[in-house]
Protein backbone atom coordinates (compact mmCIF):
# COMPACT_ATOMS: atom_id res chain seq x y z
CA UNK A 1 0.00 0.00 0.00
CA UNK A 2 3.00 2.29 0.61
CA UNK A 3 4.16 1.75 -2.98
CA UNK A 4 0.61 2.44 -4.25
CA UNK A 5 0.84 5.54 -2.44
CA UNK A 6 3.90 6.91 -3.34
CA UNK A 7 4.10 5.65 -7.04
CA UNK A 8 0.42 7.60 -6.81
CA UNK A 9 -1.55 4.70 -7.47
CA UNK A 10 -3.81 5.36 -4.66
CA UNK A 11 -4.33 8.72 -2.93
CA UNK A 12 -3.08 9.85 0.89
CA UNK A 13 -7.11 9.47 1.97
CA UNK A 14 -7.49 5.40 1.02
CA UNK A 15 -3.52 5.41 1.89
CA UNK A 16 -4.75 6.62 5.59
CA UNK A 17 -7.73 4.33 5.60
CA UNK A 18 -6.23 1.12 4.94
CA UNK A 19 -3.39 2.29 8.09
CA UNK A 20 -6.60 2.29 10.21
CA UNK A 21 -8.01 -0.97 9.27
CA UNK A 22 -4.68 -2.23 10.00
CA UNK A 23 -4.60 -0.45 13.51
CA UNK A 24 -8.09 -2.30 13.81
CA UNK A 25 -6.42 -5.92 12.96
CA UNK A 26 -3.80 -4.95 15.95
CA UNK A 27 -6.55 -4.07 18.33
CA UNK A 28 -8.69 -7.17 18.04
CA UNK A 29 -6.24 -9.82 18.10
CA UNK A 30 -2.33 -8.26 18.55
CA UNK A 31 -1.44 -12.12 18.86
CA UNK A 32 -2.53 -12.51 14.84
CA UNK A 33 -1.33 -8.85 13.81
CA UNK A 34 2.65 -9.77 15.43
CA UNK A 35 2.50 -13.95 13.97
CA UNK A 36 4.25 -14.47 10.81
CA UNK A 37 1.92 -15.78 7.85
CA UNK A 38 3.55 -19.04 7.15
CA UNK A 39 2.05 -19.97 10.91
CA UNK A 40 -1.60 -18.10 10.50
CA UNK A 41 -3.77 -21.34 10.49
CA UNK A 42 -7.50 -21.30 9.28
CA UNK A 43 -8.24 -21.42 12.65
CA UNK A 44 -6.55 -18.24 13.68
CA UNK A 45 -8.50 -16.82 11.48
CA UNK A 46 -11.69 -17.96 11.90
CA UNK A 47 -10.98 -17.00 16.02
CA UNK A 48 -10.43 -13.41 14.63
CA UNK A 49 -13.57 -13.20 12.25
CA UNK A 50 -15.25 -13.94 15.00
CA UNK A 51 -14.25 -10.95 17.21
CA UNK A 52 -14.84 -8.68 14.49
CA UNK A 53 -18.83 -9.39 14.15
CA UNK A 54 -19.36 -6.34 16.10
CA UNK A 55 -18.51 -3.90 13.17
CA UNK A 56 -20.67 -2.88 10.75
CA UNK A 57 -20.82 -4.98 7.69
CA UNK A 58 -18.82 -2.31 5.81
CA UNK A 59 -15.86 -2.27 8.32
CA UNK A 60 -16.25 -6.19 8.05
CA UNK A 61 -16.01 -6.08 4.78
CA UNK A 62 -12.58 -3.69 4.49
CA UNK A 63 -10.92 -5.99 6.87
CA UNK A 64 -12.03 -9.26 5.19
CA UNK A 65 -10.63 -8.02 1.95
CA UNK A 66 -7.57 -6.81 3.48
CA UNK A 67 -5.82 -9.89 5.19
CA UNK A 68 -7.48 -12.30 1.96
CA UNK A 69 -5.00 -10.12 -0.18
CA UNK A 70 -2.42 -9.90 2.37
CA UNK A 71 -2.11 -14.03 1.98
CA UNK A 72 -2.59 -14.03 -1.66
CA UNK A 73 0.40 -11.29 -2.12
CA UNK A 74 2.10 -13.83 0.05
CA UNK A 75 1.06 -16.83 -1.94
CA UNK A 76 2.79 -15.18 -5.18
CA UNK A 77 5.92 -14.32 -3.58
CA UNK A 78 6.32 -18.24 -2.32
CA UNK A 79 5.87 -17.20 1.36
CA UNK A 80 3.29 -19.88 1.87
CA UNK A 81 2.15 -22.86 0.14
CA UNK A 82 -1.41 -22.75 0.19
CA UNK A 83 -3.98 -19.77 0.51
CA UNK A 84 -6.46 -20.89 2.89
CA UNK A 85 -9.12 -18.18 1.71
CA UNK A 86 -9.42 -20.55 -1.49
CA UNK A 87 -12.26 -22.79 0.39
CA UNK A 88 -14.63 -19.83 0.25
CA UNK A 89 -17.01 -22.64 2.23
CA UNK A 90 -14.91 -22.66 5.10
CA UNK A 91 -13.24 -19.18 5.04
CA UNK A 92 -16.30 -16.86 4.09
CA UNK A 93 -16.53 -12.82 5.18
CA UNK A 94 -18.27 -12.65 8.88
CA UNK A 95 -21.48 -10.85 9.17
CA UNK A 96 -21.91 -7.93 11.74
CA UNK A 97 -24.93 -8.57 14.56
CA UNK A 98 -25.45 -4.53 14.17
CA UNK A 99 -29.05 -4.41 13.36
CA UNK A 100 -29.21 -2.95 9.38
CA UNK A 101 -29.26 0.88 8.87
CA UNK A 102 -32.29 1.96 6.89
CA UNK A 103 -31.35 4.93 4.69
CA UNK A 104 -32.61 7.90 5.71
CA UNK A 105 -33.99 10.22 3.43
CA UNK A 106 -36.20 13.35 4.03
CA UNK A 107 -40.12 12.43 3.43
CA UNK A 108 -41.62 14.79 0.69
CA UNK A 109 -43.27 17.06 3.16
CA UNK A 110 -39.75 17.14 5.40
CA UNK A 111 -38.12 18.31 1.95
CA UNK A 112 -40.77 21.05 1.45
CA UNK A 113 -40.58 22.19 4.71
CA UNK A 114 -36.26 22.40 4.47
CA UNK A 115 -36.79 24.16 1.04
CA UNK A 116 -39.10 26.68 2.88
CA UNK A 117 -37.07 27.23 5.44
CA UNK A 118 -33.57 27.95 3.61
CA UNK A 119 -36.11 30.01 0.95
CA UNK A 120 -37.14 32.62 4.03
CA UNK A 121 -35.40 32.11 7.66
CA UNK A 122 -32.05 31.23 6.31
CA UNK A 123 -32.03 32.88 2.75
CA UNK A 124 -29.28 34.55 3.48
CA UNK A 125 -27.27 31.50 5.15
CA UNK A 126 -23.93 30.49 3.38
CA UNK A 127 -24.83 27.26 3.69
CA UNK A 128 -27.97 27.09 1.49
CA UNK A 129 -26.91 26.86 -2.13
CA UNK A 130 -24.32 24.08 -1.14
CA UNK A 131 -27.81 21.95 0.41
CA UNK A 132 -29.66 22.77 -2.46
CA UNK A 133 -27.27 21.67 -4.88
CA UNK A 134 -26.92 18.46 -2.98
CA UNK A 135 -30.75 17.55 -2.79
CA UNK A 136 -31.50 18.58 -6.47
CA UNK A 137 -28.27 16.72 -7.84
CA UNK A 138 -27.37 13.73 -5.79
CA UNK A 139 -24.02 14.47 -5.90
CA UNK A 140 -21.58 13.61 -2.39
CA UNK A 141 -20.59 16.72 -0.56
CA UNK A 142 -17.11 16.27 -1.00
CA UNK A 143 -18.10 16.82 -5.09
CA UNK A 144 -20.21 19.61 -4.62
CA UNK A 145 -17.51 21.41 -1.89
CA UNK A 146 -14.75 20.76 -4.84
CA UNK A 147 -16.63 22.33 -7.89
CA UNK A 148 -14.71 24.87 -10.02
CA UNK A 149 -16.84 27.32 -10.87
CA UNK A 150 -14.72 28.42 -14.16
CA UNK A 151 -13.96 24.58 -15.30
CA UNK A 152 -16.77 22.62 -14.17
CA UNK A 153 -19.87 24.56 -15.09
CA UNK A 154 -21.46 24.96 -18.90
CA UNK A 155 -24.66 26.68 -19.10
CA UNK A 156 -24.48 26.68 -22.71
CA UNK A 157 -24.44 22.32 -22.62
CA UNK A 158 -26.27 22.33 -19.69
CA UNK A 159 -23.95 20.18 -17.94
CA UNK A 160 -22.17 20.21 -14.87
CA UNK A 161 -18.92 18.18 -14.84
CA UNK A 162 -17.70 16.01 -11.65
CA UNK A 163 -13.61 16.24 -11.79
CA UNK A 164 -12.77 16.80 -8.64
CA UNK A 165 -13.67 15.76 -4.89
CA UNK A 166 -12.51 16.76 -1.32
CA UNK A 167 -9.94 14.31 0.27
CA UNK A 168 -7.51 14.68 3.06
CA UNK A 169 -4.00 14.40 2.85
CA UNK A 170 -1.68 12.38 5.31
CA UNK A 171 -1.82 15.20 7.95
CA UNK A 172 -5.31 14.77 7.57
CA UNK A 173 -5.78 18.78 6.27
CA UNK A 174 -8.44 19.10 3.31
CA UNK A 175 -7.27 19.19 0.02
CA UNK A 176 -8.77 18.73 -3.27
CA UNK A 177 -8.46 15.55 -5.72
CA UNK A 178 -8.34 15.10 -9.20
CA UNK A 179 -9.13 11.10 -8.28
CA UNK A 180 -12.72 11.37 -8.20
CA UNK A 181 -15.09 7.91 -7.49
CA UNK A 182 -17.00 8.49 -10.96
CA UNK A 183 -14.35 8.64 -13.32
CA UNK A 184 -15.09 6.28 -16.03
CA UNK A 185 -11.70 4.72 -17.19
CA UNK A 186 -13.40 3.26 -19.83
CA UNK A 187 -14.25 6.37 -21.64
CA UNK A 188 -11.93 8.85 -20.32
CA UNK A 189 -14.55 10.56 -19.35
CA UNK A 190 -15.96 12.61 -15.89
CA UNK A 191 -19.14 12.15 -14.69
CA UNK A 192 -21.68 14.71 -15.78
CA UNK A 193 -24.79 16.33 -14.30
CA UNK A 194 -27.54 17.75 -16.43
CA UNK A 195 -28.23 21.34 -15.28
CA UNK A 196 -32.12 21.61 -15.25
CA UNK A 197 -33.74 25.07 -14.51
CA UNK A 198 -34.14 24.36 -10.54
CA UNK A 199 -30.01 23.74 -10.86
CA UNK A 200 -29.31 26.62 -13.07
CA UNK A 201 -30.73 29.02 -10.41
CA UNK A 202 -28.31 27.62 -7.57
CA UNK A 203 -25.81 27.89 -9.49
CA UNK A 204 -25.92 31.10 -11.43
CA UNK A 205 -27.61 32.51 -7.56
CA UNK A 206 -24.05 31.23 -6.30
CA UNK A 207 -21.79 32.59 -9.18
CA UNK A 208 -22.74 36.24 -7.98
CA UNK A 209 -20.24 35.58 -5.35
CA UNK A 210 -16.86 36.62 -4.84
CA UNK A 211 -14.21 34.92 -7.13
CA UNK A 212 -11.90 33.52 -4.87
CA UNK A 213 -7.71 32.36 -5.73
CA UNK A 214 -9.13 28.76 -6.03
CA UNK A 215 -11.76 29.24 -8.61
CA UNK A 216 -14.14 27.14 -6.42
CA UNK A 217 -17.94 27.80 -6.42
CA UNK A 218 -17.96 27.71 -2.69
CA UNK A 219 -15.46 29.47 -0.78
CA UNK A 220 -14.94 30.66 2.98
CA UNK A 221 -11.55 32.15 3.56
CA UNK A 222 -10.69 28.88 2.34
CA UNK A 223 -11.27 25.32 1.71
CA UNK A 224 -15.29 24.81 3.11
CA UNK A 225 -15.33 21.92 5.57
CA UNK A 226 -17.66 19.07 5.23
CA UNK A 227 -17.87 19.24 9.03
CA UNK A 228 -19.26 22.75 8.83
CA UNK A 229 -22.16 22.38 6.58
CA UNK A 230 -22.84 19.28 9.04
CA UNK A 231 -22.62 21.65 11.80
CA UNK A 232 -24.96 24.35 10.48
CA UNK A 233 -27.44 21.38 9.66
CA UNK A 234 -27.54 20.24 13.18
CA UNK A 235 -27.77 23.77 14.45
CA UNK A 236 -31.12 24.58 12.12
CA UNK A 237 -32.43 20.65 12.95
CA UNK A 238 -32.72 21.81 16.31
CA UNK A 239 -33.97 25.24 15.81
CA UNK A 240 -36.60 23.96 13.39
CA UNK A 241 -37.04 20.67 14.07
CA UNK A 242 -37.29 19.18 10.69
CA UNK A 243 -36.43 15.66 11.32
CA UNK A 244 -34.86 13.17 13.26
CA UNK A 245 -31.60 13.28 11.61
CA UNK A 246 -30.01 15.98 9.48
CA UNK A 247 -26.73 15.60 7.71
CA UNK A 248 -25.06 16.30 3.88
CA UNK A 249 -25.49 12.39 2.95
CA UNK A 250 -29.29 12.85 3.77
CA UNK A 251 -29.62 14.82 0.69
CA UNK A 252 -27.98 12.30 -1.60
CA UNK A 253 -30.45 9.55 -0.40
CA UNK A 254 -33.18 11.96 -0.37
CA UNK A 255 -32.74 12.62 -4.26
CA UNK A 256 -32.22 9.03 -5.07
CA UNK A 257 -35.81 8.35 -3.48
CA UNK A 258 -37.23 10.90 -5.18
CA UNK A 259 -35.89 9.67 -8.65
CA UNK A 260 -37.04 6.01 -7.90
CA UNK A 261 -40.25 7.70 -6.21
CA UNK A 262 -40.80 9.16 -9.80
CA UNK A 263 -39.99 5.91 -11.83
CA UNK A 264 -36.55 6.28 -12.62
CA UNK A 265 -34.83 3.07 -13.41
CA UNK A 266 -32.31 1.62 -11.79
CA UNK A 267 -29.87 1.70 -14.36
CA UNK A 268 -30.22 5.31 -14.94
CA UNK A 269 -30.04 6.00 -11.28
CA UNK A 270 -26.84 4.57 -10.79
CA UNK A 271 -25.33 7.13 -13.44
CA UNK A 272 -26.82 9.92 -11.73
CA UNK A 273 -24.98 8.80 -8.50
CA UNK A 274 -21.71 8.14 -10.16
CA UNK A 275 -21.80 4.52 -8.56
CA UNK A 276 -19.22 2.42 -10.08
CA UNK A 277 -21.51 -1.28 -10.34
CA UNK A 278 -25.26 -0.91 -10.54
CA UNK A 279 -25.23 -3.23 -7.36
CA UNK A 280 -24.53 -0.78 -5.51
CA UNK A 281 -27.16 0.99 -6.39
CA UNK A 282 -29.67 -1.98 -6.12
CA UNK A 283 -28.00 -2.84 -2.56
CA UNK A 284 -28.17 0.79 -1.23
CA UNK A 285 -31.97 1.80 -2.32
CA UNK A 286 -33.40 -1.62 -2.10
CA UNK A 287 -36.14 -0.95 0.25
CA UNK A 288 -37.11 2.02 -1.42
CA UNK A 289 -36.79 -0.06 -4.56
CA UNK A 290 -39.38 -2.38 -2.73
CA UNK A 291 -41.57 0.24 -2.08
CA UNK A 292 -41.87 1.41 -5.77
CA UNK A 293 -42.32 -1.95 -6.38
CA UNK A 294 -45.33 -2.54 -4.24
CA UNK A 295 -46.88 0.66 -5.68
CA UNK A 296 -46.83 -0.47 -9.35
CA UNK A 297 -48.08 -4.10 -8.26
CA UNK A 298 -51.14 -2.08 -6.86
CA UNK A 299 -51.72 -0.24 -10.29
CA UNK A 300 -51.72 -3.37 -11.86
CA UNK A 301 -54.59 -5.00 -9.78
CA UNK A 302 -56.54 -1.79 -10.19
CA UNK A 303 -55.82 -2.10 -14.04
CA UNK A 304 -56.65 -5.49 -13.90
CA UNK A 305 -60.26 -4.82 -12.02
CA UNK A 306 -60.92 -2.32 -14.25
CA UNK A 307 -60.47 -4.43 -17.39
CA UNK A 308 -62.96 -7.16 -16.15
CA UNK A 309 -59.79 -9.86 -15.44
CA UNK A 310 -60.68 -10.99 -11.75
CA UNK A 311 -61.16 -14.98 -12.26
CA UNK A 312 -63.64 -16.78 -10.17
CA UNK A 313 -62.76 -20.12 -9.07
Known sequence: MEYKYYTNKICARTFCRTKEVIKLIEKNEPNLYSMPIQ??????????????TKYSNSTIDKLYQLIRKAFRKALVRKLILEDPFLDEDDMFKPKSTRPSKFIEALTVSEQKRLIDILSTYERDSFYKNIILLQMYTGMRIGEVLAINRLCDISFENKTLAVT???????????????????????????????????????????LKTMNNVENLLFYDDGIVS??????????????????????????RHTYAT?????????????????????????????????????????????????EGLIINL
Open 258 to 306: RCIESGMSSKVLQRKLGHANITTTLDTYASVFAKFEDNEDDKYNRYIRK
Open 164 to 206: KTLTRDLNNHLIISNKTKTFDKNKNANRMVKITPTISKILKSQ
Open 39 to 52: KITREHLKIFFRSI
Open 226 to 251: PLKVNGYLYKINRRYNICNHLSTHVF
